[in-house]
């Protein structure tokens, strides 16, 4: 029952409000009964009074036609109060379902990396859409069928006893029975109902990877493969639904049967106390009528234990999702709240372990603020990994990351991250305008601000689009080139004025001669930012204040270009490489050679343009 408990937690603010409605709505339920006991009184008072009256029939039809009005009236009353009541109840999950959406779209605004590699998208969706849905079943249907069935069922017992003691007793016999089937039913059928929409998920989360994932499936030619296993999953869905259902027809007949041996009964027990004068002939039509309203709520108590057998398999999922908290959070206590940093960065004895891997190891450095680092080193050394160590993308398992000296876990989170503008790896752009897209981090800049940030980006594309800075972009930036949203992502980062801004190969996508134009302007951008550029090319990285070469995790040279150069490790290999010579002398003389020979095809910075 934790799960109504947790349900019922959720309704806080109209909780009185759907008690009240419940209550009311047993008004319309127990009016049920008023057909057959009004038909009782019509039979006993009026029909069978006939023979008496010797022709003297106004009193009579005088009472039927009072009796008549009275069962047309309380109809009319009874159709109205359930009509409102099934409208506030309906509005209460209404509610729910607006509240708890609203309520987890802001928890997963929070939720961190490790969170969403551990649920998949089409999975989280199932829980806003379908399980929520399902939340609201239970408030508008569920606790109302139960009410409901308890209601009819004691009304009528409470009137069948009222009668004729034996008689009820005889028909109330199958209702333990009744219970324990279902009782065992809903332990039967659980099961079922989880795999039900664990293959819900599963092919809910196929299909949502399968939309975002049409490009490649398309270069590959792989539609027919990926028909196929959408295929597998919505079998996997059809089968685990069918059998779900099929628990309940087991227990069908069982529960069908006992409902069904009520009006034989009646018939016999009733027929044989109507013969004995023990009850009226009213009564006995009563009790065959009233049949009706003690076996619905049996048959439908079934029906609605297999509703709620689905409703917990959901309702476990919408708790799993509020109870989900991240690693990364603010820490209990006061938090440092400023609303500028200095942008000095101090990496003390910094280790991170991912997933049992080590991936930075003892990385100690200081960043002056305005200082230009670029940080070097080959794929998966862990450059990417060490800034998100600065924003809390992921928190050191080892040692501390200090912000101006400050511990960033002492930072308030936001404080923390509006302070730091960066252009992550695989861009992700909205499907906005490019000026909203520009704007995302400080949304109060102005047209003009947001034209000197795409300046400095060099995003000089924006100028030629027909709609301009008013170009609606595709989902994740669909209709530009891998170049253009790099330069996009990089005028979103410097957009927030940050005071520390990293770049992760925002630039790699961009020609050489647009790199370093952009590399320049963010030399000479005011403001005094610190800056830490992610680069494979040496070009993009040999202006820059210190150059570190990270390596395994750990910082393996650290220095100037010329610094670097002479030390003759990493930094040195890859100039070499890029620059296509052997040594030092040779490049040297190469560079002499190019400067004799064609000045246009450099440019300016002893850099070789090729292409
Ligand atoms: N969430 C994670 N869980 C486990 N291991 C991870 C995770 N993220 C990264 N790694 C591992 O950590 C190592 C460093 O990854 P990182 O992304 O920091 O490399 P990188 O230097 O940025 O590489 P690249 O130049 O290719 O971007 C890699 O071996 C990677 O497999
Ligand atoms: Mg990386």
Same mark, same amino acid.
């Given at each position: 029952?934790?799960?109504?408990?947790?349900?019922?937690?959720?309704?806080?603010?109209?909780?009185?409000?759907?008690?009240?409605?419940?209550?009311?709505?047993?008004?319309?339920?127990?009016?049920?009964?008023?057909?057959?006991?009004?038909?009782?009184?019509?039979?006993?008072?009026?029909?069978?009074?006939?023979?008496?009256?010797?022709?003297?029939?106004?009193?009579?039809?005088?009472?039927?036609?009072?009796?008549?009005?009275?069962?047309?009236?309380?109809?009319?009353?009874?159709?109205?109060?359930?009509?409102?009541?099934?409208?506030?109840?309906?509005?209460?999950?209404?509610?729910?379902?607006?509240?708890?959406?609203?309520?987890?779209?802001?928890?997963?605004?929070?939720?961190?990396?490790?969170?969403?590699?551990?649920?998949?998208?089409?999975?989280?969706?199932?829980?806003?859409?379908?399980?929520?849905?399902?939340?609201? @079943?239970?408030?508008?249907?569920?606790?109302?069928?139960?009410?409901?069935?308890?209601?009819?069922?004691?009304?009528?017992?409470?009137?069948?006893?009222?009668?004729?003691?034996?008689?009820?007793?005889?028909?109330?016999?199958?209702?333990?029975?009744?219970?324990?089937?279902?009782?065992?039913?809903?332990?039967?059928?659980?099961?079922?109902?989880?795999?039900?929409?664990?293959?819900?998920?599963?092919?809910?989360?196929?299909?949502?990877?399968?939309?975002?994932?049409?490009?490649?499936?398309?270069?590959?030619?792989?539609?027919?493969?990926?028909?196929?296993?959408?295929?597998?999953?919505?079998?996997?869905?059809?089968?685990?639904?069918?059998?779900?259902?099929?628990?309940?027809?087991?227990?069908?007949?069982?529960?069908?049967?006992?409902?069904?041996?009520?009006?034989?009964?009646?018939?016999?027990?009733?027929?044989?106390?109507?013969?004995?004068?023990?009850?009226?002939?009213?009564?006995?039509?009563?009790?065959?009528?009233?049949?009706?309203?003690?076996?619905?709520?049996?048959?439908?108590?079934?029906?609605?234990?297999?509703?709620?057998?689905?409703?917990?398999?959901?309702?476990?999922?919408?708790?799993?999702?509020?109870?989900?908290?991240?690693?990364?959070?603010?820490?209990?206590?006061?938090?440092?709240?400023?609303?500028?940093?200095?942008?000095?960065?101090?990496?003390?004895?910094?280790?991170?372990?991912?997933? @049992?891997?080590?991936?930075?190891?003892?990385?100690?450095?200081?960043?002056?603020?305005?200082?230009?680092?670029?940080?070097?080193?080959?794929?998966?050394?862990?450059?990417?990994?060490?800034?998100?160590?600065?924003?809390?993308?992921?928190?050191?398992?080892?040692?501390?990351?200090?912000?101006?000296?400050?511990?960033?876990?002492?930072?308030?989170?936001?404080?923390?991250?509006?302070?730091?503008?960066?252009?992550?790896?695989?861009?992700?752009?909205?499907?906005?305008?490019?000026?909203?897209?520009?704007?995302?981090?400080?949304?109060?800049?102005?047209?003009?601000?947001?034209?000197?940030?795409?300046?400095?980006?060099?995003?000089?594309?924006?100028?030629?689009?027909?709609?301009?800075?008013?170009?609606?972009?595709?989902?994740?930036?669909?209709?530009?080139?891998?170049?253009?949203?790099?330069?996009?992502?990089?005028?979103?980062?410097?957009?927030?004025?940050?005071?520390?801004?990293?770049?992760?190969?925002?630039?790699?996508?961009?020609?050489?001669?647009?790199?370093?134009?952009?590399?320049?302007?963010?030399?000479?951008?005011?403001?005094?930012?610190?800056?830490?550029?992610?680069?494979?090319?040496?070009?993009?990285?040999?202006?820059?204040?210190?150059?570190?070469?990270?390596? @395994?995790?750990?910082?393996?040279?650290?220095?100037?270009?010329?610094?670097?150069?002479?030390?003759?490790?990493?930094?040195?290999?890859?100039?070499?490489?890029?620059?296509?010579?052997?040594?030092?002398?040779?490049?040297?003389?190469?560079?002499?050679?190019?400067?004799?020979?064609?000045?246009?095809?450099?440019?300016?910075?002893?850099?070789?343009?090729?292409?």
């Amino acid at each position: 029952m934790k799960q109504i408990k947790w349900l019922w937690s959720q309704m806080k603010g109209y909780r009185t409000q759907y008690v009240f409605l419940l209550i009311l709505l047993m008004i319309p339920v127990i009016m049920q009964l008023q057909n057959p006991i009004i038909s009782q009184m019509i039979v006993d008072q009026v029909i069978l009074k006939i023979p008496e009256q010797k022709g003297n029939m106004e009193e009579l039809i005088d009472k039927l036609i009072r009796l008549l009005a009275l069962m047309i009236s309380l109809m009319v009353v009874r159709t109205f109060v359930w009509r409102f009541g099934i409208i506030g109840v309906e509005r209460c999950g209404q509610k729910f379902l607006y509240d708890f959406k609203r309520q987890m779209f802001h928890k997963l605004q929070n939720l961190d990396r490790g969170f969403y590699k551990r649920n998949e998208t089409g999975d989280l969706m199932t829980r806003l859409t379908s399980d929520a849905e399902m939340g609201k @079943h239970g408030i508008v249907a569920l606790l109302r069928g139960f009410m409901e069935c308890f209601t009819l069922y004691m009304a009528t017992a409470i009137y069948m006893f009222s009668k004729n003691v034996i008689l009820t007793l005889g028909l109330m016999v199958f209702t333990p029975i009744i219970f324990v089937v279902t009782y065992k039913f809903s332990k039967t059928a659980r099961p079922y109902y989880m795999r039900l929409r664990e293959k819900l998920s599963k092919m809910n989360s196929n299909a949502q990877e399968n939309i975002e994932a049409n490009r490649v499936i398309k270069a590959f030619a792989r539609e027919d493969y990926e028909e196929k296993k959408f295929k597998e999953r919505n079998e996997d869905f059809r089968e685990a639904n069918i059998t779900a259902s099929f628990v309940w027809l087991r227990f069908y007949p069982a529960i069908e049967g006992f409902s069904q041996a009520l009006p034989i009964v009646v018939l016999v027990v009733g027929g044989i106390f109507l013969m004995n004068g023990k009850i009226s002939a009213g009564t006995f039509l009563a009790f065959n009528s009233l049949c009706w309203t003690l076996a619905a709520p049996m048959r439908n108590m079934g029906m609605l234990v297999n509703d709620t057998q689905r409703f917990m398999a959901s309702i476990d999922k919408l708790m799993e999702l509020d109870a989900a908290e991240p690693t990364v959070k603010n820490r209990e206590g006061e938090l440092v709240v400023k609303e500028k940093l200095e942008g000095k960065i101090e990496f003390r004895d910094v280790s991170v372990k991912l997933e @049992h891997t080590d991936v930075l190891e003892h990385v100690n450095f200081t960043i002056q603020p305005g200082e230009t680092i670029a940080l070097m080193g080959p794929t998966g050394s862990g450059k990417t990994t060490m800034i998100n160590c600065i924003n809390r993308f992921i928190d050191v398992t080892g040692g501390a990351v200090l912000i101006d000296d400050i511990d960033v876990r002492d930072y308030d989170i936001d404080v923390l991250r509006k302070n730091i503008g960066i252009a992550n790896q695989d861009v992700f752009l909205f499907s906005d305008t490019i000026n909203r897209n520009i704007a995302f981090g400080n949304t109060m800049l102005r047209s003009n601000k947001i034209e000197r940030v795409a300046k400095l980006a060099r995003a000089d594309f924006v100028w030629r689009m027909q709609n301009g800075f008013d170009t609606m972009i595709g989902e994740r930036g669909t209709g530009l080139s891998g170049g253009q949203k790099q330069r996009l992502a990089l005028a979103r980062a410097i957009a927030i004025n940050p005071s520390v801004l990293i770049l992760d190969d925002t630039t790699s996508a961009v020609d050489m001669n647009t790199e370093s134009e952009i590399r320049d302007n963010l030399l000479g951008m005011s403001g005094n930012a610190t800056k830490i550029i992610i680069a494979q090319r040496y070009f993009s990285a040999m202006k820059a204040d210190r150059i570190f070469i990270l390596d @395994h995790g750990s910082i393996a040279e650290m220095g100037s270009h010329k610094e670097l150069l002479r030390q003759g490790g990493y930094y040195q290999e890859i100039y070499l490489l890029q620059r296509g010579v052997s040594s030092l002398e040779e490049d040297e003389e190469d560079r002499r050679n190019l400067s004799d020979t064609s000045e246009e095809s450099n440019n300016g910075m002893g850099v070789r343009v090729h292409g």
